[in-house]
């Protein structure tokens, strides 16, 4: 049993696998966590004695006070939402880790959301249903190198420099959107105030996570969205606008990919997707709106019902390849007590062909249909099971059939939202 002191969680569906629950869990044991990408397009959920958090752009390490939390250079930030979101968690009443944020992490900015709002609006029939947060405006910025970086703000004459962008995007928006314009003077005294209130924590953290990483440190990397929503690997163009897969957590955080030692794909029990996208095996029927009840699968961030699906082991391995996924924890195979049968999607049919891997079209994606192995279920509540042992043999032949088809080990896995429902089967943190 080898053991790693960086470790990346990422998710290998399609988001909202539970990393959030996760990444906290092992942050108990953890000096950093560092979330490389995305932006507050993420809801994160965490409980424990009996509370329940969510964090949406602060890493979900921030509930263990010795834990140094990371935004790191990959992820788009909302400042004005980034303060607000600190704010609750200090006036929790908790004890909370510190916070860092990288100078390079690019900024979300008001006309960003308005782009977003607009370009969705004017895919018609085609939305691909983002969370309307700027993200792919705000990433789109930046490969434009029309974004500004964090660190910027600290510069002479920003105000200036950010005049000329404000006025180009204006522009952008009248002519191509007939959007009114925002105010300049407000949108940057609404931004120098949040600056201000987290300047302090502003610095180069690449250069803090190498060496802490050189120090034998123990660090996270937490991912968020899923595998399956990278823009590169993903299902485009139903994807964020971000490198959501393991090999970002490198550029992500300006770091050498040579520091990282291992990766871990959260998976849950079942799928889920949220927005537009094929999904070949979603359960329009009684048995996914159980799970969708069961599983309270709702949006954290935008309370959209998520659609449900079986377990697509096909996409499933598409994400472990294309993340270097070494070892798998599944969660929320409680959710699951009471299906009579459950179904794996192990290949797909398309045009009459078998096949095994995620077409690059969603048009081709649409007409995959999924080709199942069925399992037996179990009845049995298993929300205090604390061992493997503890299972019904059911579920113990469903988690060793995942490893199996997915040949990397399953090393836990977990019963219910609480930290405390969570079962480690290999220590490897
Ligand atoms: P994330 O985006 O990957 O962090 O996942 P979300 O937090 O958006 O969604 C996962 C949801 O499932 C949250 O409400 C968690 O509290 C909850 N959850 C996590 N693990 C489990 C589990 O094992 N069982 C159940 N029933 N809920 C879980
Ligand atoms: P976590 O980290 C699930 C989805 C949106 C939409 C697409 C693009 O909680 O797992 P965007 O606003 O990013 O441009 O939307 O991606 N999406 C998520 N789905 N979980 C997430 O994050 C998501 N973040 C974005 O629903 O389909
Ligand atoms: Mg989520």
């Avoid at 595998?227 to 606008?241: F, N, Q, W």
């Avoid at 598409?318 to 599944?330: K, L, M, P, V, W």
């Avoid at 836990?412 to 480690?424: A, C, E, L």
Wanted: include cysteine; charge should be neutral.
């Amino acid at each position: 049993m080898k053991k790693y002191n960086s470790l990346v969680v990422v998710g290998s569906q399609w988001g909202d696998e539970g990393k959030g629950k996760m990444t906290d869990y092992f942050a108990q044991i953890a000096d950093i966590v560092v979330r490389f990408a995305g932006g507050d397009n993420a809801g994160h959920v965490i409980n424990f004695n009996g509370q329940k958090h969510k964090v949406t752009i602060v890493p979900s390490g921030i509930f263990n006070k010795r834990v140094t939390n990371i935004i790191a250079n990959g992820c788009v930030v909302n400042l004005i939402n980034l303060v607000k979101e600190f704010e609750i968690i200090k006036k929790s009443g908790i004890e909370h880790g510190n916070l860092l944020i990288s100078d390079r992490v690019q900024l979300i900015l008001p006309y960003h959301i308005k782009i977003d709002e607009a370009q969705e609006e004017s895919r018609g029939e085609n939305k691909i249903g983002t969370t309307k947060r700027g993200i792919g405006p705000a990433y789109q910025d930046k490969a434009s190198r029309l974004g500004i970086r964090l660190g910027e703000l600290g510069d002479e004459n920003f105000k200036e420099r950010f005049k000329t962008v404000f006025d180009y995007q204006m522009k952008f928006l009248k002519n191509m959107f007939n959007v009114e314009p925002l105010d300049f003077e407000k949108t940057y005294n609404d931004l120098i105030s949040a600056y201000n209130e987290i300047k302090d924590k502003i610095t180069n953290t690449e250069v803090f996570i190498e060496s802490a990483i050189k120090e034998g440190k123990k660090v996270l990397f937490e991912g968020a969205q899923g595998a399956l929503l990278d823009i590169d690997h993903g299902t485009y163009p139903y994807v964020t606008s971000s490198n959501t897969s393991a090999n970002n957590a490198s550029i992500g955080s300006g770091i050498s990919h040579k520091l990282i030692d291992s990766t871990m794909g959260v998976v849950k029990a079942y799928s889920t997707r949220v927005g537009a996208g094929a999904f070949p095996t979603e359960m329009k029927d009684t048995i996914g709106d159980g799970i969708r009840e069961r599983g309270n699968e709702y949006g954290s961030n935008t309370k959209r019902p998520r659609r449900v699906g079986w377990l697509d082991a096909v996409a499933l391995k598409h994400a472990i390849r294309t993340s270097g996924i070494d070892s798998i924890f599944i969660t929320l195979l409680d959710v699951l007590s009471g299906v009579e049968e459950i179904n794996i999607c192990v290949k797909y049919e398309i045009d009459g062909r078998e096949i095994d891997i995620v077409p690059s079209t969603n048009q081709k994606y649409e007409k995959c249909k999924p080709i199942y192995m069925k399992n037996p279920g179990w009845k049995e509540d298993i929300t205090k099971v604390t061992s493997f042992d503890q299972l019904p043999d059911a579920a113990k032949k469903y988690l060793k059939m995942i490893e199996k088809i997915c040949e990397v080990n399953v090393v836990g896995f977990s019963v219910g939202p609480d930290r405390k429902q969570t079962i480690i089967l290999e220590n490897i943190f």
